[in-house]
Structure formats: C-alpha cells, structure tokens
T-cell receptor, first 118, second 114 residues
Framework: AQTVTQSQPEMSVQEAETVTLSCTYD???????LFWYKQPPSRQMILVIR??????QNATENRFSVNFQKAAKSFSLKISDSQLGDAAMYFC???????????????FGKGTKLTVNP | DGGITQSPKYLFRKEGQNVTLSCEQN?????MYWYRQDPGQGLRLIYY???????QKGDIAEGYSVSREKKESFPLTVTSAQKNPTAFYLC?????????????FGPGTRLTVT
C-alpha cells in the first residue's frame, strides 16, 4: 500500500519570504499523481498544485512550485513571496492510476501547519 | 455557482443514535467520496461512488453506510456501530474515478457524539 510522509508537523515563515514543505512517499507503481492541498481555518480542502509522475518538468502555479524527485520519491512544495493568506495546513497526497482495484482514493500525509509571520 | 454543499456545519448527537450527513453537488460529477479527518491526521476514505446506485467501501467503512439514489446526492450515515464517530467529515466529487480528475471538496461537517 502507498504511504505519504510529511516530516514537518509545523513550519513558519516571514511574510514575503520563501518556505519549502517536505513530502516523501512510498510506492511500487511507476505512474501516479501527486497533489498538494491547502486547508485554511475554514477547513475546506483546496487543491494547490499537482504533478503527474510521467512528467519530468516540475509543476508551477503562480507562487507555488514543486520539486519532484521521482527516484528519491520526494515531492516538496515551495511557496515564494509568502502571504498572510497562505497560513494553513498543507497536505501532500498520492493517487494511484489504478481504477477498480481499491486504489481509487487520495492517500494523504498527516499535514504541515504553516504559520506566516507579518 | 457550482459546488459541493454539506449540511449542517456542526452536528451533535448522543451515543447510540444514528446520524446522517448530507452531501449535495451541482457539478454534474459522476464520482463522489466521503473522507474522515481526525486531529493530526490526514484524510481517510470511508466510501466512494462511481455512479448512481453503486458504491464501494474505502479503508474505514465499518460503522458507516451510504446511498447514491441521485447523481447529485451522496448521504453518509454514521451508525451506532461506529466506535469513534466524533470527527470532521469531508465530502468530495470528481468527474470520474480516473486519477487525473481533480477531487473537489465540500466545506465539511464537524460531528460530535457524546
């Protein structure tokens, strides 16, 4: 079974600076999808960015980018120019491409709480 | 605006009572999911449904039941058999089950059982 590990329960960053959140995963599959979700105090899960494993190019969405290292099974999230609104729980998630095999779910890490200091 | 609604936001029940959590979507999505979130944990899948009148157990289905009579609706019943029902419950939907399809989440329901 796939597992996702986020080794940083909490992180903090100064406004306008850059922070990197770590995520590692374990899988025997060669093709899969990885996601970063943000959960603000409202508790609604919001997709931040996603990466297809077959794509070598790292995904980027405005101030958010990932460093995807497939061989190392690492998928870190970099937030540039941090804003107060970035404060939230961030969850890394894995999704298998298999359908009808019991794998039709997002496998989540335990999350990293990000605090942004003004 | 299209989206997912969950009601109520907070729900309180006495131990031994069944309770049903509502989830409605107007995104015309075929697939719907129920996840449970506990403090300090990520989300865990309870049930999912690919299509009307069909649903499958997730990792922690014991003590829960679902129905999918309409495409838009996927209610979750927390039964008295669920040993630790107090948690935050999130409903999600996607166009289909393919991994490339984004899962959209509702605002969640916080269930407290005393």
């Amino acid at each position: 079974a796939q597992t996702v590990t986020q080794s940083q329960p909490e992180m903090s960053v100064q406004e306008a600076e850059t922070v990197t959140l770590s995520c590692t995963y374990d899988t025997s599959e060669s093709d899969y999808y990885l996601f970063w979700y943000k959960q603000p105090p409202s508790r609604q899960m919001i997709l931040v960015i996603r990466q297809e494993a077959y794509k070598q190019q790292n995904a980027t969405e405005n101030r958010f980018s990932v460093n995807f290292q497939k061989a190392a099974k690492s998928f870190s999230l970099k937030i540039s120019d941090s804003q107060l609104g970035d404060a939230a729980m961030y969850f890394c998630a894995y999704r298998s491409p298999i359908i009808n095999g019991g794998s039709e779910k997002l496998v989540f890490g335990k999350g990293t709480k990000l605090t942004v200091n003004p | 605006d299209g989206g997912i609604t969950q009601s109520p936001k907070y729900l309180f029940r006495k131990e031994g009572q069944n309770v049903t959590l509502s989830c409605e979507q107007n995104l015309n999505h075929d697939a719907m999911y129920w996840y449970r979130q506990d403090p300090g944990q990520g989300l865990r899948l309870i049930y999912y449904s690919q299509i009307v009148n069909d649903f499958q157990k997730g990792d922690i289905a014991e003590g829960y039941s679902v129905s999918r009579e309409k495409k838009e609706s996927f209610p979750l019943t927390v039964t008295s058999a669920q040993k630790n029902p107090t948690a935050f419950y999130l409903c999600a939907s996607s166009i289909g089950l393919r991994a490339s399809y984004e899962q959209y989440f509702g605002p969640g329901t916080r269930l407290t059982v005393t």
